[in-house]
């Protein structure tokens, strides 16, 4: 009778251990853990999301939109000065070319001369006829802008410089006026495809083309300056970078295609 109440004893101790290890044990060991996430819940991977880089624009669509403050990026630029000399090579008598080799990049339409009797500064043949002036002229021409200033409102892009030199392009097929500032001057221009372009003469009456595109990434504006040089017409195109400083205030229409 004793062993039977005993086993009945144990057994009823038994079950009271195991009501407690299955039910209250639990519940006290998630009070006691210290903070932190369940064990059945996984902790966020932040590595896992991608950063953001304002800098990776590469994906962004080409624009004509071409306003901006723009800086030159000499680094990424044609030295003109050597881009006349490899002309001069193949040109031994040609109208550009000369000692000044290295000299400035940059120009502007109207701005000066390229078909000067000495080329830059004085090449071979009809440089003893040039004056300072003709020399100063195509040095304007030749200087690039270290900082440019862009505003668009279709059909007018205003392109201003950091010496205060302002130009009109205007894409309407307008007839515009030849101004004798050679500072402030109006140009017919056109759109080729991202590419806005417009033609001069040079005293000389020597064609040139210059054209503005913002390149892929829309950080970065590209001025290209197409001539035809010496006495065979050898083309030479010469280009200039800018990086993009800060864009409009506000957005400014997109050109139509």
Same mark, same amino acid.
């Given at each position: 009778?004793?062993?039977?109440?005993?086993?009945?004893?144990?057994?009823?101790?038994?079950?009271?251990?195991?009501?407690?290890?299955?039910?209250?044990?639990?519940?006290?060991?998630?009070?006691?853990?210290?903070?932190?996430?369940?064990?059945?819940?996984?902790?966020?991977?932040?590595?896992?999301?991608?950063?953001?880089?304002?800098?990776?624009?590469?994906?962004?669509?080409?624009?004509?939109?071409?306003?901006?403050?723009?800086?030159?990026?000499?680094?990424?630029?044609?030295?003109?000065?050597?881009?006349?000399?490899?002309?001069?090579?193949?040109?031994?008598?040609?109208?550009? =070319?000369?000692?000044? $080799? /290295? !000299? *400035? @990049? #940059? =120009?502007?339409?109207? $701005? /000066? !001369? *390229? @078909? #000067?009797?000495?080329?830059? $500064? /004085? !090449?071979? @043949?009809?440089?003893?006829?040039?004056?300072?002036?003709?020399?100063?002229?195509?040095?304007?021409?030749?200087?690039?802008?270290?900082?440019?200033?862009?505003?668009?409102?279709?059909?007018?892009?205003?392109?201003?410089?950091?010496?205060?030199?302002?130009?009109?392009?205007?894409?309407?097929?307008?007839?515009?006026?030849?101004?004798?500032?050679?500072?402030?001057?109006?140009?017919?221009?056109?759109?080729?495809?991202?590419?806005?372009?417009?033609?001069?003469?040079?005293?000389?009456?020597?064609?040139?083309?210059?054209?503005?595109?913002?390149?892929?990434?829309?950080?970065?504006?590209?001025?290209?300056?197409?001539?035809?040089?010496?006495?065979?017409?050898?083309?030479?195109?010469?280009?200039?970078?800018?990086?993009?400083?800060?864009?409009?205030?506000?957005?400014?229409?997109?050109?139509?295609?």
């Amino acid at each position: 009778m004793r062993r039977s109440n005993l086993l009945r004893h144990l057994l009823g101790v038994l079950a009271s251990l195991v009501f407690i290890a299955t039910v209250v044990g639990p519940q006290c060991v998630r009070a006691q853990a210290p903070p932190g996430p369940l064990p059945q819940t996984a902790p966020q991977d932040r590595s896992s999301s991608p950063a953001q880089n304002p800098a990776a624009r590469a994906d962004l669509p080409r624009t004509k939109i071409l306003a901006g403050t723009w800086r030159l990026n000499p680094d990424e630029s044609d030295d003109p000065g050597k881009k006349l000399q490899q002309s001069h090579r193949s040109d031994s008598n040609g109208q550009y =070319g000369g000692r000044r $080799g /290295g !000299g *400035m @990049g #940059g =120009g502007w339409p109207g $701005g /000066g !001369g *390229m @078909g #000067g009797r000495g080329g830059m $500064g /004085g !090449g071979r @043949g009809q440089s003893g006829g040039e004056s300072d002036s003709d020399r100063e002229k195509m040095h304007l021409f030749l200087e690039p802008a270290q900082q440019l200033t862009i505003s668009q409102k279709e059909p007018e892009i205003d392109v201003a410089d950091d010496s205060d030199r302002r130009f009109a392009f205007y894409t309407d097929n307008r007839k515009v006026e030849k101004s004798k500032d050679a500072s402030h001057q109006e140009f017919a221009a056109k759109w080729d495809e991202y590419r806005l372009v417009a033609e001069g003469k040079d005293p000389r009456g020597n064609k040139y083309e210059r054209s503005y595109e913002v390149l892929d990434g829309n950080q970065q504006l590209r001025e290209t300056l197409l001539l035809k040089v010496g006495r065979n017409n050898s083309e030479v195109s010469i280009r200039y970078v800018y990086d993009l400083v800060s864009p409009p205030a506000k957005a400014q229409p997109q050109a139509a295609h």
